[in-house]
């Protein structure tokens, strides 16, 4: 691995350590009781969702920054695989571990 | 909060850790992946480490990979974070009353430590917050103990994970992992159909959008996904908690 360590990267790993920490304590690092606007209640139902799946999607279904033409990409298999495995039994685990039986034979073994 | 002999001292720490175990392997199993995962898109060993020690949020990390690896400006990056965490923010409300009898440090540091499992089955186990000074104990130690367990499995098995991931050839794909584990926790949020919607539009608005630059298709994504979940929810009068399983 060529991987080199800068400064910028390790600030950004920080200000997520600070993001982790305003997250889990948002309603108690005040002293005073409060609450959020309406409105921010209503993103709360869809913005944690979003934000993964707009993250995710690209790196399913998309190389280089193009789309993908081709059904012969074992990432495609994987993810059905594992969404399907999610909704079978549940598991972050098990969902990883059946989605990777598939893409890896597919990958490795297929070249896909 | 583990290091005091105070708190590893009450029946309820042991308890708490007990409760965890069975879970702890799991979470190992993530935390090693998640290690992997790091490694392989081309973190430094040090960042890696870095980012398992401080930041203790694996979605989040998983989240921020793929942001890193194509430069996405820190600010698209951390709201990103923010975002896929917000499901803390709504345990931080719950938690409250748990937690406003100690000092401000006491209880930011048992809330930054307390991630998805601790929170469920500390709100479990205690349904309603003390009342008297010896419940007050007994629920911080038996939060503590089940966070301790928590921590250890995560950060052992991450640890390990950067190690060994230098063993493992690139081209095997490996980090693809962590985006299946991504899968999991989407499928897991999309408890209502108007979730599920939002996915999909995030999803697809990601990838249409993904020539903007400084990885912005990533915020739009949230932007379109919430602003046409609240117009469909206006439009056909759907109650966006009535399906909600929480």
């Known amino acids: 691995m060529s991987a080199t360590t800068d400064w910028w990267t390790l600030g950004v790993i920080v200000g ?8 889990r304590c948002f309603f108690f690092i ?4 409060w609450g959020l606007p ?18 995710i999607a690209p790196e399913i279904v ?3 920054g193009h789309l993908i033409t081709t059904l012969h990409d074992a990432r ?3 993810a059905v695989v594992g969404a399907a495995y999610f909704y079978w039994r549940r598991g972050v685990l098990g969902t990883m571990l059946a989605g990777m039986a598939v893409y890896l034979p597919l990958h490795l073994g297929l070249g896909w | 909060m583990f290091l005091s002999q105070s708190i590893r001292g009450r029946p309820e720490f042991r308890i708490g850790m007990r409760d965890m175990s069975p879970v702890a392997l799991g979470i190992g199993a993530w935390g090693l992946m998640t290690g992997v995962a790091m490694v392989k898109s081309n973190m430094s060993v040090l960042e890696a ?4 020690l401080l930041v203790y949020a694996g979605s989040s990390q998983l989240a921020a990979i793929p942001l890193l ?8 990056i951390l709201a990103t974070g923010f975002c896929v965490n917000l499901r803390f923010v709504v345990f931080s409300l719950h938690l409250r009353p748990y937690l406003m009898h100690m000092p401000r440090w006491r209880r930011m540091l ?5 991630a998805d499992m601790s929170y469920a089955l500390f709100t479990k186990k205690y349904p309603k917050p003390p009342l008297t000074i010896a419940e007050q104990e007994a629920q911080e130690a038996y939060l503590t103990g089940n966070y301790f367990v928590t921590w250890c499995a995560w950060m052992g098995m991450s640890l390990l994970g950067v190690a060994l991931a230098n063993f493992i050839p690139q081209k095997w794909g490996l980090g693809f992992a962590g985006v299946l584990s991504l899968v999991a926790i989407v499928c897991s949020m999309a408890t209502t159909r108007l979730r599920v919607l939002a996915g999909l539009i995030a999803g697809a608005t990601a990838v249409a959008a993904y020539a903007l630059p400084l990885k912005l298709n990533i915020v739009v994504a949230i932007g379109v996904a919430v602003l046409l979940c609240f117009w469909l929810e206006k439009q056909f009068g759907l109650d966006p908690t009535a399906e909600d399983d929480k």
Do not use: E, N, S
């Not at chain 1, 997520?16 to 997250?23: D, F, K, M, S």
């Not at chain 2, 048992?110 to 307390?114: A, E, F, Q, S």
């Open chain 1, 16 to 23: 997520l350590a600070l993001v982790t920490v305003l997250t």
């Open chain 1, 30 to 33: 005040l002293d005073r009781p």
């Open chain 1, 38 to 55: 309406d409105w921010a209640h209503r993103a709360l139902h869809y913005a944690p969702a979003a934000a993964l799946a707009g993250v």
């Open chain 1, 62 to 64: 998309m190389t280089q």
């Open chain 1, 76 to 78: 495609l298999y994987a």
């Open chain 2, 49 to 52: 480490v870095a980012m398992t």
């Open chain 2, 69 to 76: 690896f194509a430069g996405a400006p820190a600010w698209v």
């Open chain 2, 110 to 114: 048992h809330g930054y430590l307390t």
